[in-house]
Structure formats: C-alpha cells, structure tokens
C-alpha cells in the first residue's frame, strides 16, 4: 500500500476511537501524502476509512477496515480573490483556515462549536454548520468546487471549466447515472416535495438528495452530493469555498422566560428581527451553568424552576451598525414576557460569559458523568413552530427511561434542538436503555416533520432510519448513488447507509477506570492540534485512549497486549509530552494531561533530583560549565555526547546550543524596592544571562532587590515537570521563606513566572518582567531606534498566564510591525525534551519554520529562554527575549 502502514497494536488503538460513543479497532493505519496514494490505495480494494480531526459524534470516524489518516499532509490553505475564497486541504482546522482570513476581514460559513480542532475535510464530509450560519452559510450552500478522488482511481478537479466533460468521458457511468437519478426526482412530484420539505431544515440525514434539485450538470451535483457524504462516496483532497464576511461587533441578550412554552412562543418575533444566533436553554441547562464559577450574575440570582433562556446576538461590521440592529430590535424585546427586561451588552467580557454559559454545558455534564460512562450528545431539527411540543416530548421520554441529568440546548432560530446524556454503554442494561430511548426519540422527531440529524451526520447512529425518514424510493436513490460513486462498497462501510436495524447498537464505548485525567475524557479531539508531539508519536486524547487500552487489557488477561502497549508507551506517550499544559486550554473538561505525564515518569531517581535542589547552585553552574566546555571542543563533545544519549538516555548537545552564562547577580538597595527580581536560572544553565529587565528598570527609575540565596533557588519547575516530589518539596521549603511578603516579585522567563506561582500560591505576588514592563516601565522610556520588521514566538506558558497580549505590546513598542505566526504553538522544547529528544522541539516547530523561510525580519524574539534555544534551533535565526529587544531601542 502507499503512504505510511502501520499494524502495530499502539498505532491502531490510539486510532481507534473519534468523538463518538461507538468504538471500533481498525486492522492498519495508513498515512497518506497526496491524491495519488489516495488513489493507489483504493486499488488494493479494502474496506477504508478516511479520518482527520476525529471530532465526529455518530460513528463515521471509526473503522475495523484500514484506516487512513487524512489529517497530517494535507494541511495547505491558500487564500483565494482577496479572501472571497480559499483552497483548503482536508487536514487545517477552521480555526487555522479563519486565523488565515481574518486579516481579510473574512471567515468560512461553517462555525461549529469544535472549530478548534474539526478538519475542513470532516466540515465538508459532514456538512457541518454550527451556531449562526443555518442552512444559508453551511458546507453545501457555500462549496464552490473540489478535487475528488472516486473509488475508481479517477481524480477530478469539479472546479475545472470542463470538470462535466472529464467526469463524461473518464466514468460514463457515473455521469450518465447521475443525469438518469436527476430526472428521476424532478420527475416524481412526491419526492420533490419530501425533498424540499425535509432540506428547508438543518439535514444531515442520508445523502444531500437537494443536489438533484438544485443543479444540472453531473459534475456539480456530483460536488453537492460529496457534502454530507461522510467518506463513503470518494477523498476530498482539496476543497475550494466561498467565504462570508466578519461581523466583529456584536451585542448579546440572554432572555429569561418563565417556562420553555414562553421561550418558543417568542421565537417568530425573534427571527424576524433578524438576529445572527437563537440558542435556547432549558431549566436542566441553568442549572448546570449556575455552577459555573465566571456565571453571569443575573443567572447565578435565579432561582430556576421550570425557566429556560435564549441567547440572542445580532452582529454587524461596525459598533455603530451593531447599535442600530440592537436599537431596531429593542421594541420586539420590550413586548417579551421576560423574567428580568431584556438588556443587549457589548461588553466583550460580559459577552464571553455568556457565551460561555452556551458553549461550557456539554463540558459541564460530560465532565461530570460517573466514571466509565459515555456522554451521549445527539440532534435533530424540526419546523420552529413544532419546537415546543418536540422538547415538551423529549423531556417525558427522559423522564419515562430514567435519564435524570439530561439537557437541551441548541440553535433554537432553526429549530436545531442538542439533547445530552449519560450511559453506561458496556452494561446490556444501559445499552438496552439507550436502544428503547432512541426507538422512541425516532417516533416524536418525524411524527413533528422533523429530522433525526441536523447537522452531526447520520454516521452509524442513524443508519437504521434513513430509510424511515425518507421512505423507499427516495431510500432507493441513495443506494443507487453509493453504487454509481463505488461499486465495490469500500468506502466507510457501515456509515450513512445499512440496513441492519441494531447497527446503532453495535461496536459501542466502554471505558475502564482508570486515573482521574482518563477518566473525565469524552474524547473529542479538541486537545490535538494545540499538542507539540501530534506529528511525532501520540496526542492528549492518544496518550488516555492508551492507557483506557491498557488497562481494558489488563482486565482481559491479555498479557501479550499489555506488554507490547507497555514498551511502546515510554517512548510514545511519556517521553515525548513536552508537559506544556496546552491540552488544557483547548479541553472543554479542563484536563492537563501533562500531570497525568508528570505522574507516569516519577521514577528511582528522586534521591539524585532531590540532592540537586539542595545544591541548585553549584548544580547550575556545572551544567553551564558544561555547555561553554562543549562549545570550545565541539569534536569530542559530539561523539561523547551523541553515545551517552544512545546508551544512557542523556541529554544530546549539539552545536548550535549556546554556552554557559554567569551565576545570577544579587542586588540590595539601600532603600525598599519597588520589586523582588527572581531570574531565571536558565540563564545561567544556557548563556548569556538575561540583564536587560534590570538595566530598564534603573532606565525607568524603579528600584530592583533580589531574595537571599537567589542562586540556590528555583521556581521548581524541572522538578515538577518529571514528577520529582522530593526535590520539589525541598525546593519549595527554601523558596517560600524568602519570597514570602508584600513586594511583588518579578522572574524574567515565562515558564518560571508559572512555576514560581505555582510553587508559592498565595505567599507572594508573582508578575512576569513582559507583564512589569509593559504596565510600569514603557511609559518611562523613549524608543530611540525602532526596529521595522520582528517575528515574535508567545510561550505556552504566556499563553496559558494571559501574558501573550502584554508581550504584543512590548514587541509593538519595538518595531513597526511584529509578525505571530499563524501556525504559532508551543515549540515544544520543554525545558530538557529539546536536548532529551530534538526530534520533538523539530516536528513542533517545523509548520512555523516554514511559514517564516524566505523572508527578513531585523530580529527575532520570545519570552523564555528555551523557547529561544527551539525556534533558534528550527529556523536557523538567533531569538531573543523581546526584552533584549526593547533594552537595545532604548539605550
């Protein structure tokens, strides 16, 4: 086969599940490169499953076939007519595609609520759509053309000029049946109806029959009918979109209504008033965003009983056309039954809280579920007018099957209802449940004229009602058009189509107990893109999906499994997490895996780490003995040290590490200090030690004191990071003492400002020098030589402490325009990794090395130390701390 094939067990089973409560093992991996292993895969003629961001909620990312990793080389994104189109591969996040488009003032249609880590290519495959763009901005109704690879082997580009004469002449038959269903359907007045009836919803049920409809030519429907076809009918290998516009001001409402009755009767009022979002919140719903800590205050005032809520945003180009929408729907506000007057805010804050509030309820139950349960989240869609008699149903069938915790919410403006629950799938009895329940959802979704899949995909979950919901001819199209796009039936077996009246009952979660991380992961995926180690070995979700592996292996008595996951996972998912904590900001049930990580590589060497922090000093100054030593006799420090890292595990050198600094200097003024500095000692571990925060500081008249012993302390960080409890504790014992006080103090490295707040808590103040300077000392200084052009590389850990909008102003007060790249992540150096393992520093940084090659910047600047070691390291150019930078432009 082409690309990479894997069969080893680690590889298939960290694959092996996506967002859904179904779980299958896949019997090979396979990563592909391009549209033409694509095709000499389909050759082989074994049952595939393509995969990219693995978010999906029914089933469609799962396979016991081959699976094929979409995700990690087909990730380019080229902005199209001033941003008015964009040429996508399958693999870029909608994040990273809008974070392309915003300097366009642009962004794609689809906004769906894991944009962080769903792929363009399961976007398209599902057509997804999200909170605002309905059915008017979703993948159907702004595809413009893609390049398909059929089962066949055919590649087609459907946005060529005679894509419809490549598609006659290269498959006849799919072309000619593709004329033959279009007449077919326009031809039947019932099924015209059902169709156009059924897709004036939010509809992901079964293939996009609207193509048929809509368009005349083989070819694009050909393209329609790729959306929402969820890899069973050919690889989409580049999809060209239109794009709509950025409306970035927004005023937000959240109405409260005494019962959902009244929260729905108010929904025609509302629409008309053209508003970008409706999302509505039941009473189960409030009461779980209550428990929120950043709740808003109306809401956390409520005394919720039968209440429900809808989220209104009306959302325009500039503040001043927000302020007329809002004012132009104020009179239909006004006349609403509202438990408290309606207010529409534009404070950003105040707004994030409440979308928050939204966005946080699916973390919130699925983070608090019972261990070894699945949370289950489903849609459907019905006319807005049947929405209250369809949610008054579905909470009597949870109360009829026991589900007590259940929740609604969703995009009430297009009658798109979100239900979640929680179920102990692995049990015949809950499985047994969950199958009653649905039976029973199915009955109330289409007795209201309603969907069963409003925009997650049919996947396996709804494949035994497609033909249900349809009725058998229009079912009969949609065999006909899985036969004529592949014949042979190998692409995603199982998925939108099959007959067989269990399938959604089949192949589901169970989940062991294992750790507290693993335990509360639902598995989504969100974590992954933000991972250093995603293109090198394992992920967040990979690394927990292993170890619920791992231990169901255990349970099973499978000693050869649990050997081979063993040794595999050192390497893989311990060794190489660079413990950056970025997981965690991305995570909609907050795990750091890290401190799982922390946890798994404590090890017999507590005694040694516990002696270095009780010689921190002579201990640091050895290793920067060591590195000057290297430096100045490279042709025995490489081989030296190129052997004790294959046989001992030692860190690597390499030369284009720095040498050694100077021990950290001690300042006591005569007066009190306005500041405690705590420098870094990487500083003096990897030279030149950082001086430029002091020598501001007296530029700016503020007075600097270092604590007592500085060079024996540390922030404790390189213990904390390997699971070193001993030499943590020891540390702390002599760090809190002397910091301990009113003064704030300052450390000059970001991954230290976060481990020194970590290891005092509430003993002292503890700010970062980006943070200090750029609130106490830049409007003391004078910029006397600014720069033009500097790249800037934000930390993990500034990103983590919310420094990255105080380090932008600093390299904004440096130079005219400073560049962030857009595929800025964590380099993913870690403190030692990059010298442990380079090989995880270079696949982190090399999407950003790339994005910089070819072009000039006067310098190069971060906020850490080995942070600037791993982009010096990847881009072949010296970075700085932007602090050194803004020292040199104020002399």
């Known amino acids: 086969m082409p690309g990479a094939v894997s069969t080893r067990p680690t590889d298939r089973l960290r694959l092996a599940r996506d967002a859904s409560h179904f779980a299958l093992t896949p019997s090979a991996v396979v990563t592909v490169a391009s549209a033409g292993d694509v095709a000499r895969l389909f ?16 089933g469609q990312g799962v396979t016991d076939g081959i699976l094929v990793d979409s995700r990690r080389h087909f990730r380019d994104i080229e902005v199209l007519d001033d941003g008015f189109r964009v040429r996508v591969g399958p693999g870029a996040t909608v994040r990273q595609v809008n974070t392309r488009l915003a300097r366009y003032g642009r962004m794609l249609g689809p906004d769906p609520a894991s944009e962080v880590a769903c792929t363009l290519g399961g976007v398209v495959a599902n057509n997804s759509s999200g909170m605002a763009c309905g059915t008017a901005a979703n993948s159907y109704a702004l595809i413009d053309s893609v390049v398909v690879v059929l089962p066949s082997g055919t590649t087609l580009d459907t946005g060529d000029i005679d894509a419809d004469d490549q598609l006659r002449a290269r498959e006849p038959d799919l072309w000619a049946g593709l004329n033959r269903l279009r007449d077919r359907v326009r031809g039947n007045a019932a099924s015209r109806a059902s169709i156009e009836r059924q897709f004036a919803l939010k509809n992901t049920m079964g293939y996009g029959l609207n193509a048929l409809l809509d368009h005349d030519r083989p070819a694009d429907i050909l393209t329609r009918l790729l959306v929402g076809s969820e890899g069973t009918l050919g690889f989409l290998a580049s999809i060209v979109m239109r794009t709509v516009p950025v409306h970035a001001h927004a005023r937000t409402g959240f109405l409260v209504f005494d019962d959902l009755a009244a929260a729905t009767a108010a929904l025609p009022g509302l629409v008309a008033t053209d ?9 189960t719903s409030l009461r779980v965003g209550q428990s929120d800590a950043d709740v808003d205050p109306g809401l956390a005032a409520l005394d919720v009983r039968h209440h429900a809520a809808l989220l209104v945003e009306y959302r325009a180009g500039t503040a001043a056309e ?12 006004a006349r609403l039954p509202l438990v408290t007057p309606a207010e529409l805010k534009s404070d950003p804050a105040a707004r994030n809280r409440l979308w928050h509030l939204r966005k946080g309820l699916y973390a919130k139950v699925a983070g608090a579920r019972p261990p070894g349960t699945a949370a289950l989240l489903e849609d459907i869609a019905v006319p807005v007018p049947e929405l209250l008699p369809a949610c008054r149903e579905l909470i009597g069938l949870f109360e009829r099957h026991a589900y007590d915790h259940a929740v609604i919410f969703g995009h009430a403006k297009d009658g798109n209802i979100h239900f979640m629950l929680t179920e102990r799938l692995g049990d015949s009895s809950g499985r047994d449940r969950f199958g009653r329940f649905t039976d029973d959802m199915v009955d109330v979704v289409l007795g209201h004229g309603g969907t069963l899949k409003a925009e997650h995909g049919t996947g396996r979950m709804m494949t035994p009602f497609v033909r ?11 065999l006909e058009i899985k036969r004529l796009c592949d014949p042979r039936g190998i692409l995603n077996p199982g998925v939108v189509l099959n007959d067989d009246p269990g399938a959604h009952l089949a192949a589901l979660k169970t989940s062991p107990v294992v750790e507290e991380e693993v335990d509360r992961c639902v598995e989504c995926g ?20 292993l170890r619920r ?23 893989d998912a311990v060794d190489t997490c660079a413990v950056d904590g970025m997981c965690q900001t991305a995570c909609p049930v907050q795990i750091n895996t890290g401190d799982l990580v922390r946890r798994l590589r404590a090890s017999d060497s507590q005694g040694a780490w516990a002696f270095a922090a009780r010689h921190w000093s002579a201990t640091t100054r050895a290793m920067g003995a060591a590195l000057s030593t290297a430096r100045r006799l490279p042709i025995v420090a490489a081989p030296v040290s190129r052997a004790a890292h294959r046989i001992a595990g030692a860190p690597l050198w390499s030369p284009d590490l720095p040498g050694g600094g100077r021990a950290r200097p001690r300042v006591t003024p005569e007066d009190k200090p306005d500041a405690i500095l705590f420098s870094s000692c990487t500083g003096t571990m990897f030279g030149p030690a950082n001086e430029s925060f002091a020598r501001l500081c007296d530029r700016a008249g503020v007075v600097l004191a270092t604590p007592p012993g500085l060079p024996s302390l540390c922030c404790g960080t390189p213990w904390k990071s390997k699971g070193m409890t001993r030499g943590l504790a020891e540390m702390a014992s002599r760090v809190r003492p002397a910091l301990a006080g009113d003064i704030p103090v300052v450390v000059d490295a970001a991954s230290c400002t976060e481990g020194l707040r970590q290891l005092l808590g509430d003993v002292a103040t503890v700010v970062d020098a980006v943070e200090f300077t750029a609130t106490h000392l830049l409007d003391r200084l004078k910029v006397t030589a600014r720069l033009g052009d500097l790249a ?17 102003t600093v390299a904004e007060a440096v130079a005219e325009r400073v560049t962030v790249p857009d595929s800025w992540g964590c380099c993913g150096f870690a403190g030692d990794r990059g010298l442990l393992h380079p090989e995880l520093t270079a696949a982190a940084t090399a999407p950003q090395a790339a994005e910089l090659a070819g072009r000039h910047f006067d310098a190069y600047a971060s906020c850490n130390r080995t942070c600037e070691l791993g982009m010096t390291r990847a881009t072949g150019h010296t970075y700085e701390h932007v602090l050194d930078v803004l020292e040199r432009v104020t002399r």
């Open 275 to 283: 508003p970008a979002a409706i999302e509505l919140l039941d009473a």
């Open 526 to 545: 969100f974590c992954e893109p933000v991972c250093p180690s995603r293109d090198l070995t394992t992920t967040p979700r990979q690394r927990i999906l």
């Open 792 to 808: 800037l590389h934000p930390t993990c850990s500034a990103q983590r402490m919310g420094l990255t909008p105080a380090l932008l």
């Open 322 to 333: 927000a302020d007329a929408r809002a004012e132009e729907a104020a009179g239909t506000l």
């Open 468 to 478: 249900r919901q349809y009725g058998d001819e229009l079912y009969d199209v949609m």
């Open 549 to 571: 592996a791992l231990e169901q292996a255990r349970l099973d008595g499978d000693a050869a499994l649990v050997a081979s996951l063993e040794k595999d996972y050192e390497y």
């Open 43 to 58: 050759a082989a003629g074994q049952p595939l499953t393509f995969r990219s961001g693995g978010t999906s909620l029914s």
